[in-house]
């Protein structure tokens, strides 16, 4: 059964319990009953230690490797994160024109190491990420790579690409969250891919420089991404033979997190499975593999932290309404999925009870856990949701007009607000009332 009490140290993630009786829950050196005093909540909360080490952990595992980090902004899109990664030599992956503008407003330098995914890039977002001296465009179609030379031909440029390649493999993880199936949206199948990269060989504007694959998020098994890098290579090999040599394998992110206490992993042991079978795949490529990781370098690092509101019961269930709701953090919604929550104050002498606990937006679906076992919580306490650094912010919304959560970054014993709480007057500054 899971202890119903959180142990003082949450593993892999630097959230523990600290102060004399190690009851008041800190992130890295900072409380965060601290943090949502002089911030107030629902407050996103990130430690910057745990991005770097993850970053690092990355790195020694490729270390021998030709590679490059190319962080998915689309995970966690604040604009000092970027920069704090970019500090770290890390480049970006992005899928929009708003993300490419973050990119350059967090470091201009890292503009160079962008690359550009997606399936429905527009014309205005290929001529500015051309203007931006991108790494390279990576192609989802035909009609994609026509589009990107003609863009490229009215700039007089020629346009570094790869092409997505959907390898039609399985990986098992949310099907919302799954992409390497022929089912899905994205990429170009492999036998198509071939006729495309000969197209891109002859044309005066294009550049073909690489190739990619991303076959999905939170796979938390290492084989897949094995056996996609390897079709991946023939191909390279194939075209290598037909004198198309491409510099940049890009493997894609994926890499997923435990997210459940009760069941741990240890990140490193994962990320060392995942390096392993990308190695082998990779066999003798003389190129620079590219990485780009989203929930694995930012997910743990980050929790949102919510006030608990009421208590409420309804026959023979206990709700606790806290005042973060879905429009916060959609994951559970989303994706059915699992976020530990933890009291910001632990007592060992607090009672088991069977929750939901819920948010006060004015849906069914608006829940962060359904009969958890939690330790006694009542009005007034506070809340820590673990694992919220990716996908949390980034898909957070205004519904129910609700002004969007406020974001802090924790380095050693330092808080930064790194993202306002939202005002009314942000809320409405869009909109134009009707004369
Ligand atoms: C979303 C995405 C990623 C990052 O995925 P994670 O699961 O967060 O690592 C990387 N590459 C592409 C193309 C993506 O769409």
Same mark, same amino acid.
């Given at each position: 059964?899971?202890?119903?009490?959180?142990?003082?140290?949450?593993?892999?993630?630097?959230?523990?319990?600290?102060?004399?009786?190690?009851?008041?829950?800190?992130?890295?050196?900072?409380?965060?009953?601290?943090?949502?005093?002089?911030?107030?909540?629902?407050?996103?909360?990130?430690?910057?230690?745990?991005?770097?080490?993850?970053?690092?952990?990355?790195?020694?595992?490729?270390?021998?490797?030709?590679?490059?980090?190319?962080?998915?902004?689309?995970?966690?899109?604040?604009?000092?994160?970027?920069?704090?990664?970019?500090?770290?030599?890390?480049?970006?992956?992005?899928?929009?024109?708003?993300?490419?503008?973050?990119?350059?407003?967090?470091?201009?330098?890292?503009?160079?190491?962008?690359?550009?995914?997606?399936?429905?890039?527009?014309?205005?977002?290929?001529?500015?990420?051309?203007?931006?001296?991108?790494?390279?465009?990576?192609?989802?179609?035909?009609?994609?790579?026509?589009?990107?030379?003609?863009?490229?031909?009215?700039?007089?440029?020629?346009?570094?690409?790869?092409?997505?390649?959907?390898?039609?493999?399985?990986?098992?993880?949310?099907?919302?969250?799954?992409?390497?199936?022929?089912?899905?949206? &994205?990429? /170009?199948?492999? $036998?198509?891919?071939?006729? *495309?990269? #000969?197209? =891109?060989?002859?044309?005066? @504007?294009?550049?073909? +420089?690489?190739?990619?694959?991303?076959?999905?998020?939170?796979?938390?098994?290492?084989?897949?991404?094995?056996?996609?890098?390897?079709?991946?290579?023939?191909?390279?090999?194939?075209?290598?033979?037909?004198?198309?040599?491409?510099?940049?394998?890009?493997?894609?992110?994926?890499?997923?997190?435990?997210?459940?206490?009760?069941?741990?992993?240890?990140?490193?042991?994962?990320?060392?499975?995942?390096?392993?079978?990308?190695?082998?795949?990779?066999?003798?490529?003389?190129?620079?593999?590219?990485?780009?990781?989203?929930?694995?370098?930012?997910?743990?690092?980050?929790?949102?932290?919510?006030?608990?509101?009421?208590?409420?019961?309804?026959?023979?269930?206990? &709700?606790? /309404?806290?005042? $973060?709701?879905?429009?916060? *953090?959609? #994951?559970? =919604?989303?994706?059915?999925? @699992?976020?530990?929550? +933890?009291?910001?104050?632990?007592?060992?002498?607090?009672?088991?009870?069977?929750?939901?606990?819920?948010?006060?937006?004015?849906?069914?679906?608006?829940?962060?856990?359904?009969?958890?076992?939690?330790?006694?919580?009542?009005?007034?306490?506070?809340?820590?949701?673990?694992?919220?650094?990716?996908?949390?912010?980034?898909?957070?919304?205004?519904?129910?007009?609700?002004?969007?959560?406020?974001?802090?970054?924790?380095?050693?014993?330092?808080?930064?607000?790194?993202?306002?709480?939202?005002?009314?007057?942000?809320?409405?500054?869009?909109?134009?009332?009707?004369?």
């Amino acid at each position: 059964m899971n202890p119903v009490i959180p142990a003082r140290k949450i593993p892999a993630r630097n959230f523990q319990y600290r102060g004399k009786q190690e009851t008041d829950l800190a992130c890295e050196g900072v409380s965060l009953a601290r943090l949502a005093r002089v911030y107030g909540t629902p407050l996103y909360v990130y430690s910057a230690t745990a991005i770097r080490e993850r970053v690092q952990m990355f790195n020694e595992a490729f270390a021998g490797v030709r590679h490059a980090l190319c962080y998915s902004i689309k995970a966690n899109s604040n604009l000092s994160i970027l920069r704090l990664l970019a500090g770290m030599g890390v480049g970006f992956d992005i899928v929009s024109g708003g993300e490419l503008e973050r990119a350059r407003r967090a470091a201009k330098k890292s503009l160079r190491r962008i690359v550009f995914s997606g399936v429905g890039k527009t014309a205005a977002e290929m001529d500015a990420a051309l203007a931006a001296d991108i790494l390279m465009f990576n192609v989802e179609s035909a009609a994609e790579m026509e589009l990107l030379e003609a863009r490229a031909r009215h700039l007089r440029q020629r346009a570094p690409m790869a092409l997505r390649v959907n390898p039609d493999v399985f990986a098992e993880t949310h099907p919302y969250i799954s992409t390497g199936l022929h089912e899905h949206k &994205f990429g /170009v199948a492999m $036998a198509e891919a071939r006729a *495309l990269y #000969r197209r =891109a060989a002859r044309s005066k @504007h294009l550049l073909p +420089v690489g190739i990619s694959v991303h076959i999905g998020s939170q796979i938390q098994n290492a084989a897949p991404f094995g056996q996609a890098l390897q079709r991946v290579r023939e191909l390279v090999a194939d075209l290598a033979a037909e004198g198309i040599r491409l510099q940049y394998i890009d493997a894609g992110g994926g890499l997923g997190i435990s997210y459940k206490l009760e069941e741990p992993f240890d990140p490193s042991t994962l990320l060392e499975r995942y390096a392993h079978a990308m190695r082998s795949a990779l066999g003798d490529f003389d190129g620079e593999l590219l990485l780009e990781p989203g929930r694995f370098l930012i997910a743990q690092a980050g929790a949102l932290v919510a006030q608990v509101l009421y208590v409420k019961k309804n026959g023979s269930k206990t &709700f606790v /309404v806290t005042d $973060a709701g879905m429009n916060d *953090l959609i #994951r559970p =919604a989303l994706y059915q999925a @699992h976020h530990a929550i +933890v009291p910001l104050r632990r007592n060992p002498k607090n009672q088991a009870t069977v929750v939901d606990v819920v948010g006060p937006v004015c849906e069914s679906g608006d829940f962060f856990a359904r009969d958890r076992a939690m330790p006694e919580l009542v009005a007034g306490d506070g809340v820590a949701i673990l694992d919220a650094g990716a996908y949390g912010m980034s898909l957070s919304s205004n519904y129910n007009s609700r002004p969007r959560a406020a974001e802090v970054l924790v380095d050693g014993s330092r808080h930064t607000l790194i993202r306002r709480r939202e005002t009314m007057r942000d809320l409405l500054a869009a909109e134009m009332l009707l004369r």
